[in-house]
């Protein structure tokens, strides 16, 4: 592999001119310029990132880990992140936990071992976790993502879940419905909480009953979706609407309902939450409350180079403001 010494020895310069040259580091005359690029292009040089990372204490690499799912609300907030990574100049390397606390240790440790930049953490097993590792890499920026209270330090990007659950339920009570059921997403995590606790402020607001027939604990995926509307359906009368806590499971409750001859919205309201790509492809469209998924991983990229440009030093809460999108499974009564 070629060296600056070649390039120096075969353009006839000293090697700290072509490393001026290379790295544009001070003004060299055009003609020497020219010289220095046509023998590294013939010699097939190519910088060594090892060495510049060395030399300026970046390796210009971000490290994020994210919770495996089928969801692909995860994979949009990727994309967000890679796309913002990207325009600044920034490599990605990409971590799946597959929700295991222990291989989501070893790639935390794994990352900082291998000298990224900062980290990007979007998993929600870390939720309430001490992550030890921290400690012994002060000077790491971490940013997470999406989740609750966290035991370490970190700026943290998130979407207003309190307000996007209150939204969706309180479309519901505008549209003219009274009894309104909702699937919740597993309430020992702060997200699924606050939807929960938007749908009740809007439901208390109303003057509306709760049947604890109609509300059902389940897990953000499909097949939750599926079995929490068959225990419903078991349970008695199905309530006119229903807050279905993410567009997966809203996924697997209009899949049941069709197997059960229940006509979307006709004889049953569904409203999501997510707006994943696919739901306004659902059968019908999927009215739900939209996350800003690519803002979200944009705000992430952003949160950490400015925590390694020497920027805001205490930890920051960034809240992006969720928004109605109104398609065609909200039946106006």
């Known amino acids: 592999m070629a060296t600056m010494k070649d390039i120096a020895r075969l353009a006839g310069v000293s090697t700290s001119t072509v490393s001026h040259v290379i790295n544009k580091s001070r003004f060299v005359s055009e003609e020497i310029s020219e010289r220095v690029n046509k023998a590294a292009q013939d010699l097939n040089y190519a910088p060594s990132a090892l060495a510049r990372s060395l030399k300026i204490n970046r390796t210009k690499t971000i490290g994020m880990l994210v919770t495996t799912s089928t969801n692909p609300f995860f994979g949009e907030v990727v994309k967000g992140v890679e796309r913002s990574c990207y325009h600044k100049g920034y490599n990605l390397i990409l971590c799946n936990t597959e929700g295991d606390n222990e291989r989501m240790r070893e790639s935390i440790n794994t990352l900082l071992q291998k000298r990224v930049d900062g980290l990007i953490l979007m998993c929600s097993s870390l939720e309430g976790e001490r992550i030890d590792v921290f400690e012994k890499y002060p000077d790491i920026p ?30 519901l009570v505008d549209a003219g419905h009274k009894h309104i059921g909702c699937i919740t997403g597993p309430l020992v995590k702060h997200q699924a909480q ?140």
Not at 143 to 170: C, E, H
Not at 309 to 331: A, H, Y
Request: with cysteine; aromatic share 8%; glycine share 8%.
């Open 142 to 171: 971490v940013v997470v993502m999406d989740w609750g209270p966290m035991l370490f330090t970190s700026d943290k990007i998130q979407d207003n879940s309190l307000r996007g659950g209150y939204m969706a339920a309180k479309h």
């Open 194 to 333: 606050m939807r929960y606790e938007g749908y009740k402020r809007a439901l208390n607001e109303a003057g509306l009953e709760f049947n604890p027939n109609w509300i059902i604990e389940s897990d953000f995926e499909c097949e939750g979706g599926y079995e929490s509307f068959n225990k419903m359906c078991d349970k008695g009368t199905l309530p006119e609407a229903i807050f279905v806590c993410n567009d997966m499971m809203a996924m697997g409750v209009i899949h049941a309902a069709n197997e059960r001859g229940i006509r979307i919205p006709d004889d049953l309201s569904i409203i999501g939450y997510d707006d994943i790509h696919i739901a306004k492809f659902m059968t019908p469209a999927l009215t739900t409350v939209h996350q800003p998924k690519y803002r979200l991983g944009k705000a992430a990229v952003e949160a950490l180079l400015n925590k390694l440009d020497g920027g805001e030093t205490e930890p920051q809460v960034v809240q992006l403001e969720p928004t109605l999108v109104e398609r065609k499974t909200v039946k106006r009564m």
